[in-house]
């Protein structure tokens, strides 16, 4: 490889660690990862993953940005915390793996139709509007996530439960009007709005 070609490749190397480093969370320990696997071996998912975090991290530091962001890896995370409780540099792999995912939801290069990436939205879409999960909304909305006939089918093979759930009181019909929040929504929100301020700040002093 000629100097000129190997300056790009080091250029585009560091420029993808370091946009890492700005924007996802705890972005900075990725350079410290010694790709011993203990993470992916401790892992519930591990044989599932496109690409175990160790691969993740060392994707990252060879600059492959487009296979990173657009992978289903960080979508498989489900915060377990092994990784972490194992992991002999004490990295925050679970977080990075979140701060990844969102990364990438944020720039919209995430894979549309992962379906752990569908949950986390909804998830995250109930969760916020009054800082309490609206558990009956939260189902219809799982039910219904991949269309109208699967979310049929999908009511009917759960219908059993769904009645057993209102009998033992886990869920009420009065949660479709609007169900518990917490006191302070409008402080949640003044919160998460301040959050995405700092994010989009980073970002664009990273990218300025």
Request: glycine share 8%; proline share 4%; net charge positive.
């Amino acid at each position: 490889m000629s100097t000129m070609n190997q300056a790009k490749v080091e250029k585009y190397r560091n420029d993808f660690l370091k946009e890492v480093t700005a924007n996802v969370e705890e972005g900075e320990w990725v350079k410290m990862c010694m790709q011993c696997g203990v993470c992916a071996g401790s892992c519930p998912f591990g044989p599932y993953w496109e690409h175990p975090p160790q691969e993740i991290f060392m994707m990252i530091r060879a600059g492959k940005r487009e296979e990173v962001l657009t992978s289903t890896s960080m979508w498989m995370c489900t915060s377990c915390y092994n990784c972490i409780a194992r992991c002999p540099r004490e990295l925050p792999i679970t977080h990075i793996m979140h701060g990844l995912a969102h990364y990438a939801d944020r720039l919209g290069l995430a894979p549309k139709n992962q379906p752990t990436r569908k949950f986390a939205n909804l998830f995250w879409n109930n969760l916020t509007k009054k800082g309490r999960a609206n558990e009956l909304k939260l189902g219809i909305a799982l039910y219904f996530m991949n269309g109208f006939i699967e979310g049929i089918k999908t009511a009917l093979k759960m219908q059993k439960m769904g009645l057993n759930m209102f009998k033992t009181k886990r869920l009420s019909p009065m949660e479709l009007l609007g169900g518990h929040g917490i006191k302070d929504t409008g402080g949640l929100h003044a919160i998460l709005k301040k959050a995405r301020e700092i994010e989009l700040a980073n970002a664009e002093k990273f990218n300025g």
